[in-house]
Each structure stands twice: as C-alpha cells, then as structure tokens.
C-alpha cells in the first residue's frame, strides 16, 4: 500500500507560507494560536484534516524497541524511560496540528488569550479536563507542574522556566503566564508541558523517581501492565474525559498499545515476522525491498505502506564532540568527513538507494541551498565572517568519494587536512609534533546494527590513515549516561527538526547548551553566529526574515564539520504493518511524524 503524498504538497505548502506571512493575534480568546497569523482550522472545526473521526476503536499495535528502560518518568534526566511515554501518557494545555508548521488547538484548556506582543498568555482550563483517577485538573496542578518541571525536571524543561517572569492563577480554572523577554513563541511553547497530578508526587522525590510510581495523568492511555526492561503495555481508558474535544476526535483508536523492547535490531526483526510485532518501521530500503518478502508479507497478512512527508531531513549520523581537543579543530572533522567512504558505504549497506543528508534543514524551504549566500542571508551571515568556516558564505558541498573502497583521493585529502592541523603519519602512525598518536572511541548503544556496520567501514579508512579508532557497544542505560554527560568522542546523533524551527535551537546548538548535561548539543558547538541566526529567526516580521535567518543558520551548522552525515533514512517512512492496521488517506504535511502512528490509525478486520 502506497500513498502519494505529494498530491498536495504545493497546495499545502502554499497555506503554510500564508501562515508565516500573515500578522498576529489579537488579545481575545482564542481556541488555538499558530506562530504567524491565524491557526488553519476554524473554530468550530470537528477534527483534525488527518484524522477518520468515524474511525472504529480496538485492536492492539505492538512496537519493537530497542535496549531497555529503567525508568516509568520521561520528564527527569535520570533513568531510560520509554520515549513514547512523554507523547501517549501524558496531555498539555494545547494539542499540536501536524499538518502545518506550527499550531495548537485546545486540550487540557478551552482557550488562549495572549497580550498584544505576546507578553503573555492565559489559558482557561476546561471544566471536564480529568486524570484517569477522575480527579478534575486545576489551576493548582498546573502551577505545581510548570515550577516543578522546571526546576527539576529535564534540562529540555529549564529554559522557558527561565523566560516566565510570573505565574498566577486569574480564574478559578483560568491561569496566566507572563515573559520576561519578547519573545513572541513562548505564548506556545507555555501550552505544550505534560501536566502531572500533584497530589501523586507529595513526599516523593520527583527526579529521582524510577519504577516506583505509575503515572496518574489525563491521558486517553493508562499504563496498565509493564516488566521492567522486557515490555510495557498502555491501555485506552474507557472513561477518558476528552473524547469529544475536536482535536481528539478520530484519534487514539487502538485498544493496546504494547511496547516489546529487543537486545538488537535482528532480534526485533525475526520478533516481526514471526508475529510478535505488528508494526515496524524500516530505515534501510535495501532490505525493504530484498527482506520483506516472507510469506506473511507475500499472503497479504503484512502491508508494506510507504509514507512521504515535507518536513526537513533534520540530521542523522556521526556526531563528533568538540570538547575533546582532537576534534576542537574544524580541519581534523573536515578530515574525518573526507575519510568516510559515504558512497561506498551506503552502496553496501544499502544498495546506493538512499540519498545522503546533505545540511540540517535539507528537503524543505528552510535549507541553505546551492551556491553562495546571497541577498538577505549574506547580510546576516557577513558580521561574523572572521569566525565563520571555509562554505558558510561561499558554497559548501559534502565531500565525495569514487565509490571503491580505496578512496585514494579523498583519503590523500582527509592526510593533508590532518597535516595542517599539526598531525602527521610517523612510522605508520598519525601522530602530533610530540609524537602521541592520533586516536578515538566509537561510541554505540548496543543494538544499533547499521551503524556498527558504517563504523566498522569507517575504520578501516581511518586505519589506512594511521589512526586508531576503535567501537565500544555500551547498554541503553549507560549509552544515556555517557551522552548525557558528554563523555565519547564520537558516538551516533539524530535530531529531528520541524518546519517551524524556534526556542529549542538554543538547547541544540547554543554555548549555553554545550555546558548543560542533557542537553541536545552533543557536539559542544559555541558559535556566536548561530545563536545570532537564531535570535534572527525568533524575531522575524516576516516570512522572508524567517526563511532567511533559518538558511544561514543551516549554513553555520552545515559548514561547522560538526557531525559526519549518513543516508537519509527518513526521506520516505517505510512502514510494515499488520493487514488490521489502518490509517486515513490525507496525510499531514509532517508525515510519519510524532503523534501519527498510532495515534490517528485503527483496527479494521
């Protein structure tokens, strides 16, 4: 089963470039709010345009993870919990529209009124809001939740706690927030925390919580059996308070929803063909199209449904960290991205189908694009010619390679780029002028089998170099230690990115980033330039001032050699799926995206 996606894309991109170019909200209240102009949908509308609102409900879909957990708190730094916790337990004030590039409508609250600049916003709860205990949601637990995730929760969590100058209840269901910078996003991102039950955590140490407590919250799915590592079950709250809210309408259909978490991908492979999984998503299209072909497939027990979306390709590969002062230097990662042999390795791992990642906002409007910078772009990038790397304002193009193994040319070139960052073959070794030798670790979480595969290429490149790296397979437990705390040299990154690109680019590439643990800045990246395109973007009047800020910021990220881009593995979602399992025709401009599988499929015998 293929859906052709793009039937509307230039129609739907059409609608989202109104939406940035429109103006702002007025201080009323509203039933959803987008960042520039009005929110697509009406007032009164029913359901979301994705969704089948006459869709049946049963059924159960079964996931396979991989690693483990130990942890039921997706909301504190400690622990490994399930990340699809934080989307299907829990609820926030305002639900998102994934089919434009950012929008909320009423959840938790009925409305939301913000000041003429957006220096505040006020949301009034809705009367029959509940926790799955039936309690009612008040002002008081959202006031205990917004302070206490933001002093103790996920660094992800910090910064807009930062950025609230007060809080005070104004209603006996209504509540405001008020800013302490202009800063015309934050209206949003205030309605989109999960909201905890405040009564479940007194006398309990919230970010230090494990297995011990399951989470009480007001979400459709409860968490109803779970093994700790093994598996963990949600099941659809039959009394589930917001059923008739429009933007729950048609969603949450399934009856279960099983996560089984597996060792590695080969295990949850051999899982799903055998039955125990149902649904799958493949990010290799070579074996998408040689290894699915076993007879639960070839009988049509099993569909095959490929998925296209319009959001950027965000991006995925090799993060080298910066902190580590063999990769301080931008000529030694432009070496390692001379060394990897993308062209051959992508040939073997994946038949050469796969286009490679070419900048973080590839695939969508917001990319930096061919060439030079030009026009409004060369402006916001010239003030920091002197710090910016060789491409940022001249092209920029990722190295490549022949396609055989050898590399010769690309290799000889990644040796020079090391000579110039002081380091030299030695009797077979590279190594600096106090003759120490040029070495890293790999680091991978267990499971991981295609990037074991690239790394292992990789090597022998580097080897051919005179430097040693080495891979080191680590559990998900201490895989999320060591990346929290910065603590590999270079080790596997993906980060997705959206059409409407805002606030959390400070968490991802900010100086402040690079200091915090648990932060997305993986690769330790200061760069002055890139936090002044994200002020640039923030504070965009228009369409065009956003677009801009937002390609020279891919053009400081790109060119700053920070992480060695693989194949994009997202470019079209590949997912296989029992015959029962189904999903509405009209797909979101997102795609395949957070709160689409499962939430708007369901089960049809």
Do not use: C
């Not at 909301?75 to 950012?102: N, V």
């Not at 399951?214 to 308070?241: C, F, H, N, Q």
């Not at 409007?365 to 772009?377: I, R, T």
């Amino acid at each position: 089963m293929s859906i052709n996606f793009f039937r509307n894309r230039k129609a739907r991109l059409i609608a989202a470039a109104a939406i940035l170019s429109a103006g702002s909200l007025a201080a009323e209240p509203q039933h959803g709010i987008a960042m520039y102009g009005d929110p697509q949908l009406p007032p009164d509308f029913v359901s979301l345009p994705y969704a089948n609102r006459d869709a049946p409900t049963g059924g159960i879909v079964v996931t396979g993870e991989l690693g483990s957990y130990d942890s039921l708190n997706p909301h504190i730094l400690k622990g490994s919990s399930p990340w699809q916790l934080r989307f299907l337990a829990y609820e926030t004030l305002m639900g998102r529209s994934w089919d434009e590039p950012f929008s909320l409508y009423g959840l938790l609250a009925e409305s939301i009124e913000v000041g003429p600049n957006r220096e505040w916003a006020e949301f009034v709860l809705r009367p029959e809001a509940r926790f799955s205990d039936g309690s009612p949601v008040t002002v008081e637990d959202v006031m205990w939740t917004y302070e206490t995730l933001g002093t103790k929760g996920h660094p992800r969590y910090l910064s807009l706690w930062g950025k609230i100058a007060k809080m005070e209840q104004t209603g006996d269901r209504a509540i405001r927030f008020t800013f302490n910078e202009d800063n015309p996003e934050l209206a949003l991102l205030v309605g989109m925390r999960p909201i905890l039950k405040k009564a479940q955590w007194e006398g309990r140490d919230f970010a230090n919580s494990s297995l011990d407590i399951v989470p009480i919250a007001t979400a459709p799915y409860v968490i109803s059996k779970y093994e700790a590592g093994r598996y963990v079950e949600l099941s659809r709250d039959p009394d589930y308070w917001g059923k008739d809210v429009p933007i729950r309408r048609g969603t949450n259909n399934i009856d279960t929803i099983r996560l089984e978490f597996f060792a590695d991908d080969t295990a949850l492979f051999e899982a799903f063909k055998a039955g125990i999984v149902n649904t799958i998503r493949e990010t290799n299209s070579e074996k998408w199209k040689t290894q699915y072909d076993f007879p639960a497939v070839s009988i049509g027990e099993i569909v095959k449904s490929e998925i296209g979306h319009a959001r950027p390709t965000g991006i995925s590969g090799f993060v080298m960290n910066t902190r580590r002062p063999e990769f301080a230097d931008w000529r030694v990662r432009e070496a390692m991205l001379h060394a990897f042999n993308f062209e051959y390795i992508n040939d073997t791992l994946t038949g050469g189908a796969q286009p490679r990642i070419t900048s973080y906002y590839g695939n969508s409007q917001l990319g930096m694009g061919d060439g030079p910078a030009e026009g409004k772009v060369r402006e916001l990038l010239e003030p920091f010619k002197d710090e910016l790397l060789p491409g940022a304002l001249e092209a920029y193009s990722l190295p490549v390679s022949d396609g055989t193994a050898r590399n010769r040319a690309n290799l000889a070139k990644a040796i020079d780029l090391m000579a110039e960052a002081g380091w030299t073959v030695q009797d077979g070794v590279m190594k600096n002028a106090e003759g120490e030798p040029f070495s890293f670790e790999i680091l991978l979480q267990q499971g991981q089998g295609e990037n074991v595969s690239m790394a292992e290429i990789f090597i022998q490149s580097l080897d051919r170099m005179g430097i040693e790296a080495s891979v080191t397979m680590i559990d998900p437990a201490q895989y999320k230690e060591r990346t929290n705390t910065f603590d590999f040299d270079m080790t596997s990154y993906r980060r997705g990115l959206s059409l409407s690109p805002g606030n959390e680019q400070y968490d991802y590439w900010s100086a402040k980033a690079a200091e915090t643990e648990g932060s997305a800045n993986w690769m330790g990246m200061k760069s002055p330039a890139a936090e002044a395109m994200i002020d640039a973007l923030l504070g965009a009047q228009t369409r065009d001032e956003f677009l801009a800020a937002t390609r020279a910021l891919d053009r400081v990220l790109t060119t700053g050699r920070y992480v060695i881009p693989v194949q994009d593995r997202y470019a079209v979602s590949l997912i296989a799926h029992a015959k029962e399992l189904k999903y509405p025709e009209y797909l979101p401009i997102y795609g395949d995206w957070i709160e689409w599988h499962p939430d708007v499929w369901w089960w049809e015998d």
